[in-house]
């Protein structure tokens, strides 16, 4: 379907939609975007829409990174073309509105090198060279809070039940206390064409998991994850609520994670790793995971907060390892028949960008297939972990090894590992600097 037609059906299904909200997914997994009246909407299908060329590049609080002001301070405007099957309707806004994914081309009308969703493409032509095709599925974790509360505080029961204190893990009396503002969540997803198969009441207390259908569209899956994101929070928002993604928001507490299922099609459309070699095959995807897993950190853990959620006795993974069973690990093998064999990656918290995770996840797999990396023995479904070959702990420690790395640089394109670089040694910096109120509190009165 063309764009014209695309546009042309969704103005005949929803001919009351009054404004569209332009959305650009960023190195960060924000949107970057701006609202525009429906009657604006063909500019899009001609290609008229145009973003300054920093937009997706910018760092996590929306300014220009100090380190890329010297080729890109001049910010000039980039033509930016819709991403096809993105045009949906906005339940929660407060009045008829629509939305569309964009992204920035370059000067040329080539696809720009710092787009996200450019990387993801560069990794999947790479497996396509070996006739292989990803089936993903993301789960995402999350907090709902009151609002105006800092720090924050879990959401009290819509219904006037008492609130349950801890965990609560699948606890269902829990789960229903907040089932009509979930359900709306759920249906919010669905009307944008995301495929959600299900809520549960995490290990948090106010935590909740949404998972998203298995997808061999790598580039849909990971669109949809980052606008799950945006779904969840609008609807909170709407009932004067927050959401958050944020990797670590309470001390106290579990944090948030983004977990990856994947597996490996061959080109007449059967699972790898179910395969006579499966085994062998899955071994080596693992061992390129594990040998890559230090430097894909910054796409894990892209913030200072990340780094807060690496710990060990909330079940977030901070060795590089794997096994059977085990969600103490980094690598986890879930129960499943032959057919359905796959790998969950759960390094990455919920505060990175899907398109990034993915990539990073996909060209570890590949660069495991090609060399035929061994990942060393596995841990059993009850073994504990041991803390002999932890990855970078803190987030300078992480930019440092993906800088002194060259597998990335081979799969996204060196020009956008020094630019990731730059943004994230940027925001480093500047965090470093800061004096917080934890500052205050430690030394004052003492010092």
């Not at 090609?370 to 023995?377: I, M, R």
Request: glycine fraction near 6%; charge should be negative; include cysteine.
């Amino acid at each position: 379907m063309s764009v014209e037609q695309e546009i042309a059906e969704f103005l005949a299904e929803y001919p009351e939609t009054q404004a569209v909200e332009i959305l650009m997914a960023d190195i960060n997994g924000i949107f970057r975007g701006k609202q525009i009246p429906i009657n604006t909407l063909g500019k899009i299908a001609k290609g008229e829409v145009y973003f300054p060329i920093t937009t997706s590049f910018l760092t996590t609080n929306g300014t220009n990174a100090k380190l890329i002001l010297d080729e890109f301070g001049s910010d000039p405007d980039r033509r930016c073309q819709m991403v096809p099957g993105t045009l949906k309707p906005v339940p929660w806004a407060l009045r008829p509105t629509a939305q569309v994914m964009i992204e920035t081309l370059d000067k040329d009308d080539s696809a720009f090198f710092a787009n996200p969703r450019t990387v993801v493409a560069k990794v999947l032509e790479r497996l396509s060279e070996i006739g292989l095709t990803p089936v993903v599925a993301f789960e995402y974790e999350f907090f709902l809070f009151e609002v105006g509360t800092v720090p924050p505080e879990p959401l009290a029961p819509p219904n006037g039940m008492p609130r349950a204190k801890d965990a609560n893990c699948y606890n269902l009396d829990v789960f229903k206390d907040y089932e009509p503002l979930l359900a709306e969540i759920e249906q919010a997803a669905l009307a944008q064409g995301i495929n959600v198969t299900n809520f549960v009441c995490e290990y948090g207390n106010g935590q909740f998991e949404v998972n998203l259908n298995h997808s061999p569209d790598v580039q849909k899956a990971c669109d949809d994850a980052v606008m799950l994101k945006r779904v969840v929070r609008g609807v909170a928002h709407r009932h004067g609520l927050l959401a958050s993604f944020m990797a670590k928001p309470l001390y106290d507490e579990v944090g948030n994670g983004l977990h990856a299922h994947v597996s490996l099609l061959d080109e007449d459309g059967r699972n790898i790793f179910a395969l006579e070699d499966g085994e062998e095959r899955l071994k080596h995807a693992l061992g390129g995971l594990m040998a890559t897993m230090p430097a894909a950190t910054p796409f894990f853990a892209p913030n200072a907060n990340s780094y807060r959620r690496f710990d060990a006795e909330w079940f977030a993974p901070v060795v590089r390892n794997w096994g059977e069973n085990n969600r103490r690990l980094s690598l986890r093998l879930p129960m499943s028949d032959v057919a359905n064999r796959r790998f969950e990656h759960r390094v990455s918290g919920a505060d990175a960008s899907p398109h990034l995770v993915l990539a990073a996840i996909l060209a570890g797999a590949h660069h495991g297939l090609t060399g035929k990396l061994d990942p060393g023995a596995p841990l059993g479904e009850f073994d504990l972990v041991d803390f002999k070959d932890v990855l970078p702990s803190r987030w300078k420690m992480s930019l440092d090894t993906l800088r002194a790395d060259t597998v990335f640089a081979d799969y996204f394109g060196g020009r956008f590992i020094e630019l990731y670089l730059q943004v994230k040694e940027s925001e480093e910096e500047a965090f470093h600097c800061a004096v917080t109120t934890a500052d205050y509190d430690q030394y004052l009165r003492i010092l």
